[in-house]
């Protein structure tokens, strides 16, 4: 039992409610902005009924992560968000990095390893913009922290697994 290798901690990382909350708040102003544009004689009828859509719609979604924030579960095998049906592996990835597509809102994004996994269409489209795969945002800490956090992470379960196999006469 002395080869035995301590798995690394898992760890969940919770959704801001504040943040949340914020864009909750910021629905109606949207919603009466689209009303304003749909009334105005000066056209802008589409973009007007666009920004009401999507307003009204984006409601009911805020609600349900102010009560249940969303979240990401980190353990020494991968991440999942959300007990999702798909875990990551962190061997899968290259690491995390601040993708800010179209210099838009910061978002957390990865690049999967070369053979990782299938090589699909949206996949490359989502390539050439800087990021084949992205955490939703929103989280308790800013995306360049957030990155910080699972960088580390990533390379201390890698590490983990890599003793766990050198000491199991496996690598």
Not at 27 to 45: M, W
Request: glycine residues 12%; contains cysteine.
């Amino acid at each position: 039992m002395g080869n035995m290798v301590e798995p690394v901690k898992p760890r969940i990382i919770r959704g801001s409610r504040g943040k949340t909350f914020l864009l909750l708040l910021a629905c109606p102003l949207f919603f009466l902005a689209g009303i304003g544009t749909v009334r105005s004689p000066t056209g802008g009828h589409v973009v007007g009924w666009i920004g009401i859509f999507f307003s009204g719609l984006s409601v009911p979604f805020l609600i349900r992560s102010l009560i249940r924030p969303h979240t990401l579960t980190l353990d020494d095998s991968g991440f999942m968000i959300d007990a999702g049906p798909k875990k990551v592996a962190w061997q899968d990835i290259k690491g995390f990095h601040v993708w800010r597509p179209r210099n838009r809102s910061k978002l957390i994004g990865y690049n999967f390893e070369p053979g990782a996994r299938k090589d699909t269409s949206l996949m490359r489209i989502n390539r050439r913009l800087g990021a084949e795969g992205c955490l939703p945002g929103g989280w308790q800490f800013s995306p360049d922290k957030m990155v910080e956090i699972l960088n580390a992470y990533r390379v201390q379960a890698l590490a983990r697994q890599a003793e766990h196999a050198r000491l199991s006469g496996l690598g």
